[in-house]
Structure formats: structure tokens, C-alpha cells
């Protein structure tokens, strides 16, 4: 399994990247461009974020983080549509193409992560300390769920196509709900009741207390985020499971 695993992240990363830098140079700079955008609309608008007086700060806890889990998420419920050829080998099995996406995907995301905030935080000349234990914490959380929403929908998506087409609709809205350009802690209490059940908030708010010392989130629950990416995961491992020699077939 392991020697499968790495020679589908090689391909993947010849197919999604490209064989020279310019394809890693992009997925550094479009996560760039999005937190300059929030920042440069933000600031003409606001006097500070919501913490701190940082705006590309602010928003790169947040963005980030919720950028990490919508492609993690996309890529792995494509798992099986990406690797199809390779599928009809014996040696090769559905975990070994989930494995593949999940670990490239996941390790892309938190080496620009780190380049982003480091660049922010040399550019701005920020002082520390950060919470390195929690912004760990965060992105394992984040990468669970990720993993777990998007195993659950590689099923669903090949099963039943038009349910692609639902789940981009349904999670339209989730870029506004999930923290990104607001605090949680700011909201009304009647919607701060129907917010923490999107496990997302739990996640960018974990983020942020990594870098915002005086940060307390007392709302965040990482059990339940760790239950609800388990019962996604769990799931669609069973649906594979029972139904993916099916699903090669269509």
C-alpha cells in the first residue's frame, strides 16, 4: 500500500502542479490573492478586524483554514474519478486513491499555510508568541473533516451525479457562515445558536486563538467536530466498501 500511495501523490502531483515550479508558485499565490482581497475590502471599510489590528492576519486564520477544507474535501470525493485507471488493477484499492489525495492535498495545504502566515508575519514585523499546539490542533481538525465530508461524497457523487451538483449549491453560503470575515463571539445569540452546529466555525475559531493570545473561543468543541468528521468518514468508508467495484463499473 505505501509504495501505491506515493506513486499516486507523484502523479497527482505531475497532474495537478505541473513538472515545473510555476504550478506550486500559483497554489502559494491564489490563497495570497484571496486574503489581500478580504484585506484591502475590509480595511476600507473597517477601522480594525476583529482582532488584533492586523487585517491580513485576521483573515489569513481565517480564509486559510477554510480554503485547506473545501479543495481537501472536493479532491478526496474525486478520489476515485482521478484515479479510475488505476483502479482496475488488483494491487490497487479505493483506500489506496483516498490515502493518496488526502495526504498530498492536506500536506500542500499546510506548507502554504505556513508560507502565508510566516510571509505576513516577517512582512508586518508581528510579535509572537503563537500557540503552535493549537494551530496544529486546527488544521488536524480541519483536515478530518475534510477527509470525512469528502470520502462520504465520493460515494455520493459517483452513486448519484446530480447530487454534485446539490452539494456545490448547498454549500454556497458556507464562506459567510463558517468565520471567515467575522468572529463568532460577535454575533447575535440567535445565531450564534444555529452557527455552532457548522463545524467549520469550531475550526477557524481554534485557528485564531493559535495567534490571538487573549482569544478565549469558549464556544469551540473539538469533540464535536472530531464526532461529526468520524460519522462523514465512517460512512462512506462503508459505502466504498460494500459498493465501489459497482461504482468502476458505471
Known sequence: MPRTVVALMLREMATSYGRSAGGYVWAVLEPVLGVALLSVLF?????SPGLGSNFPL????????????TDLANKTAASI???RPFL???SVTFLDALLARVVLNALTHVAVIAIVIGGIFLAYQLPGPVDMAG??????????????????NCYLMNAFPVWERIWHILTRPLFLISGVIFLYDMMPVRA??????NPL?????LMRRGFYATYEASYISQAY??????????????LLERNHQKLLER
Open 43 to 47: 480595511s476600507m471599510a473597517l477601522r
Open 58 to 69: 485576521f483573515y489569513a486564520t481565517g480564509y486559510l483554514p477554510f480554503a485547506m477544507f
Open 81 to 83: 474519478r482521478f484515479s
Open 88 to 90: 482496475a488493477y488488483p
Open 135 to 152: 494551530v496544529f490542533e486546527a488544521l488536524l481538525l480541519v483536515a478530518l473533516l475534510g477527509t470525512g465530508v469528502g470520502t462520504l
Open 192 to 197: 450564534q445558536d444555529l452557527l455552532w452546529y
Open 201 to 205: 466555525i469550531h475550526c477557524t475559531g
Open 225 to 238: 467536530v472530531v464526532a461529526i468528521a468520524l460519522v462523514f468518514l465512517l460512512a462512506g468508508l462503508a
